[in-house]
């Protein structure tokens, strides 16, 4: 198949204002520090008695020693923060990068993990906020949605339905999880942006492969609850299956996804010159180059710096990824996402001269310091 030159302009990503260290947590709760084992981030992270029966269970391994699973910081919310603001920031500085102004956007596509409001998406909101007066809608694929949203929008660019398509990724999970909950230690919150559009010729997206992860449908769930004021409060549960399916079929997810997008780019693992995994794990970049049968410094692993921002950590490996020039234009890079009861996604790219949103650039100099010299940037 002969795809037309279209992908990513420019990406930008926006963190909120706190950041916590794993000592927030044991001073705040040595309680639960001291009995961490027995909580349900230990649950859904362990071997549950049995032998390692994969490559996943082999590179989770390590990390059943920590009480973090891995985790070092995360950035969370503050109290004048919301999933709308961290996505109007990391949207205007995408389109700063990429020389647009709000007028010129056809398109606005929003995955938001998960919205402000209890059934709407943030689409029209964000759009309100922007000024943008064309056309806005969100899309879901749970954390697996970031590269099914660089699908669809270079799609809709490729066959001239749109000229320029904004996309924007969040991700607030701790408004979901309680702190007292040993889960709020692996998660974290944040936003990106890419610009879509065309690009040079033989850039842009060169195969895809997207699939269902039905089998993961009731791994999670939501419970609705008010909170002291009496306003609909949401916590995300986790089904006590979830750790047996995700290492079950973490491998033949990975798998299918990257073999098919590679297959239909007409090229090979080997002439990848960088992946970028969906790093919701510590121990899942290294889990991909085992299986995948790649080196090591083909990839890079932010998720000490941010824990679990579902879909935003595809976006923020992206980034670091290109602002500590690991990928330079003209590079193969593979990008892979997944999330339960959504999708599971692989994108081969030829890498374009993409714009890097630079206004938030302060907030993350320590991440992208600390990622330097740090030895889980590669796996």
Not at 35 to 41: F, G, I
Not at 318 to 342: P, T
């Amino acid at each position: 198949m002969v795809y037309s030159p279209v992908g990513i302009r420019s990406l930008a990503l926006s963190l909120p204002s706190i950041r916590r260290t794993n000592d927030y947590y044991i001073e705040k709760y040595p309680e639960m520090f001291a009995q961490a084992e027995q909580k349900s981030l230990a649950k859904l992270f362990s071997l549950a008695g049995s032998i390692p029966g994969n490559e996943f269970d082999l590179e989770m391994m390590p990390y059943l020693l920590d009480p973090f699973r891995g985790s070092v910081e995360r950035r969370i919310l503050g109290l004048d923060e919301s999933s709308l603001t961290l996505e109007e920031r990391a949207a205007r500085d995408a389109l700063k990068a990429a020389k647009l102004s709000p007028d010129e956007v056809e398109l606005l596509i929003v995955a938001s993990v998960w919205p402000e409001q209890i059934g709407f998406g943030n689409a029209a909101f964000l759009a309100r906020q922007l000024g943008l007066q064309g056309a806005a809608w969100n899309i879901d694929a749970a954390c697996g949605v970031t590269p099914v949203a660089l699908q669809t929008a270079c799609a809709l660019v490729r066959t001239k339905e749109y000229k320029n398509v904004l996309v924007v990724i969040s991700c607030t999970y701790s408004r979901f999880f309680d702190e007292n909950d040993t889960l709020s230690w692996c998660i974290g919150d944040g936003a990106g942006a890419f610009v879509v559009g065309t690009l040079e010729p033989s850039q842009g997206i060169l195969g895809t492969k997207t699939i269902s992860t039905s089998i993961l449908c009731d791994s999670f769930f939501s419970k609705v609850t008010q909170d002291e004021q009496g306003n609909p409060l949401v916590r995300m549960q986790i089904d006590k299956s979830a750790n047996k399916l995700f290492r079950e079929t973490s491998v033949d997810l990975l798998r299918t996804c990257c073999q098919g997008a590679v297959t239909t780019a007409d090229v090979t693992l080997d002439q990848i010159d960088f992946f970028l995994f969906h790093t919701t794990s510590a121990w899942f970049a290294s889990f991909c180059t085992r299986v995948l049968g790649i080196e090591p410094e083909r990839t890079i692993n932010l998720y000490p710096q941010y824990a679990n921002v579902g879909p935003v950590i595809t976006v923020a490996n992206m980034y670091h990824a290109a602002q500590l020039g690991r990928i330079q234009e003209n590079d193969l890079v593979l990008i892979y996402g997944f999330g339960a009861a959504g999708a599971a996604s692989a994108s081969v790219m030829r890498w374009g001269k993409v714009a890097l949103g630079l206004d938030s650039l302060k907030d993350i100099e320590l991440t992208i310091k600390n990622a330097e010299n740090s030895s889980f940037l590669s796996s």
